[in-house]
């Protein structure tokens, strides 16, 4: 019985020394992988900051901004500019970048999961902002131009429509690259009932300038023709 007793303490101190050494060798493999991703991470946020000026100063070189602004188009990407998204995304993808490289090393898990999933949506989420940048600036331009036709009827309300026509088709084909799991037919119901109010205002809007304009060409002609209508009534 006692020496049964001491085998059972005897395994039980046992695996309670095997369990704190794990404990404590999880631990210091923890504490030095945060650490070497936190170096790695620095590293490459320190390369970001490097590539980011490098992109701001060939921008300033060929004059990017002041080209677009030349052309009316400055105001066209919702407050932002083109140099600040190309920054901001090449930045990111440095990071990501780096942060593959602290996966490989520290070979945690979560962070290699983290890192695949990174490398696999940024190539696509660049292709999906480009497309957007691309389609608010066409959008914009096509617009600005189309306004200064002043002979076309309606040019406003036109060039608004196509404006909206441009975005549409670029948000449609981006959003799934951006938002993988995003539904665009959302995006698509939206635009169709937009696109029925638009349409309903512009027509109601035309209708009610026709009709004032045919009561002021009818009551020209009535004038005219005054004594002719006295005599048919």
Avoid at 20 to 27: H, R, S, Y
């Amino acid at each position: 019985m006692v020496s049964e007793s001491v085998i059972t303490y005897d395994s039980l101190q046992a695996v309670l020394s095997q369990s704190g050494a794990a404990v404590v060798g999880n631990l210091v493999y923890g504490v030095a992988a945060f650490a070497v991703m936190v170096v790695i991470l620095a590293i490459g946020y320190a390369v970001a900051w490097v590539i980011g000026k490098a992109i701001g100063e060939f921008s300033k070189q060929i004059k990017i901004e002041k080209f677009m602004e030349q052309h009316g188009v400055h105001d066209s990407l919702l407050g932002f500019n083109l140099t600040g998204i190309t920054i901001a995304l090449a930045k990111f993808w440095v990071l990501v970048i780096f942060l593959g490289i602290a996966a490989e090393i520290t070979s945690v898990r979560l962070i290699m999961d983290l890192s695949t999933m990174a490398t696999s949506y940024v190539p696509s989420l660049v292709e999906g902002i480009a497309i957007l940048v691309f389609g608010l600036i066409v959008g914009d331009y096509v617009t600005d131009k189309l306004k200064t036709m002043k002979k076309i009827p309606f040019v406003n309300a036109i060039a608004m429509a196509l404006e909206i026509f441009i975005i549409y088709n670029a948000a449609v084909i981006a959003l799934p690259l951006v938002l993988p799991s995003a539904n665009p037919e959302m995006l698509s119901t939206s635009f169709n009932i937009v696109l029925a109010a638009f349409c309903f205002s512009v027509g109601l809007g035309a209708a009610i300038a026709i009709g004032l304009g045919l009561k002021d060409a009818v009551s020209d002609v009535a004038k005219k023709n005054k004594d002719k209508i006295a005599r048919i009534f």
